[in-house]
């Protein structure tokens, strides 16, 4: 009998966000992302899925429960944390506005 391979569960297979509408994701605005944002807060890969929209360059949508532009802010935190070690830890963890 033919057994299809199987995968590795992914971060994505467990995402809260895989029942709902992709548009949510995508508002007009980022003042908008509000729904988005509730839902990523329920979700159990909510880091992961920050962590790959931060190392993909995602420009667009909301991810792990940020903005564009709050993830462009995390990344400044991140750079400037780098660039003065010793920093508050607080500069470089994950906070959702």
Same mark, same amino acid.
């Given at each position: 009998? +033919?057994? #299809? $391979? !199987?995968?590795?569960?992914?971060?994505?297979?467990? =995402?809260? /966000?895989?029942?709902? *509408? @992709?548009?949510? +994701?995508? #508002? $007009? !605005?980022?003042?908008?992302?509000?729904?988005?944002? =509730?839902? /990523?807060?329920?979700? *159990? @890969?909510?880091?992961?899925?920050?962590?790959?929209?931060?190392?993909?360059?995602?420009?667009?949508?909301?991810?792990?429960?940020?903005?564009?532009?709050?993830?462009?802010?995390?990344?400044?935190?991140?750079?400037?944390?780098?660039?003065?070690?010793?920093?508050?830890?607080?500069?470089?963890?994950?906070?959702?506005?």
């Amino acid at each position: 009998m +033919f057994e #299809p $391979p !199987t995968r590795e569960l992914v971060w994505q297979d467990l =995402a809260a /966000c895989r029942e709902f *509408s @992709v548009e949510s +994701f995508y #508002p $007009p !605005t980022d003042q908008d992302g509000d729904e988005a944002k =509730a839902i /990523c807060f329920t979700c *159990s @890969v909510r880091e992961q899925c920050l962590e790959f929209a931060l190392a993909a360059g995602e420009r667009f949508g909301i991810w792990g429960g940020m903005t564009p532009q709050e993830r462009r802010y995390l990344i400044a935190r991140r750079r400037r944390a780098a660039q003065f070690p010793g920093e508050s830890e607080e500069e470089t963890t994950l906070t959702m506005t």
